[in-house]
């Protein structure tokens, strides 16, 4: 697995490792940050339009490989005062970045998400 976490809160990095793992994802550089909730609400509003903080926030970048570089997965932001947990915002906010939409699909991201939660 060549996945690149330099910008992932170092006790989160195993979350993301099994949460990539099981989406079958192998390489790709994906960046988490924890912020507060007066940045979370200006992000959820510049790029969503909505005035108020939510738990996570995440941010896709590159849908499919090609280029030279590792593939750049996205950005995850969580908001530690509104995720009741911060790791399962992170799995969830993985998922995201990985290609998985709960509001599309027919459950698929929510019960891997609890697949993973249950592995760690």
Do not use: W
């Not at 195993?14 to 790709?28: E, H, N, Q, S, Y």
């Amino acid at each position: 697995m060549s996945v690149e976490l330099d910008d992932v809160p170092e006790e989160l990095r195993p979350v993301i490792v099994a949460t990539l793992k099981a989406a079958g994802i192998d390489d790709g550089h994906l960046g988490l940050e924890l912020v507060g909730e007066g940045r979370m609400r200006t992000l959820n509003y510049a790029y969503r339009g909505v005035d108020e903080a939510t738990d996570v926030l995440a941010f896709p970048i590159d849908e499919a490989d090609g280029g030279s570089g590792p593939r750049e997965l996205g950005d995850v932001f969580i908001c530690t005062d509104h995720a009741s947990d911060v790791t399962e915002a992170a799995v969830h906010g993985a998922l995201h970045l990985c290609g998985y939409d709960h509001e599309t699909d027919d459950g698929e991201m929510l019960a891997l998400q609890a697949e993973v939660m249950k592995e760690l």
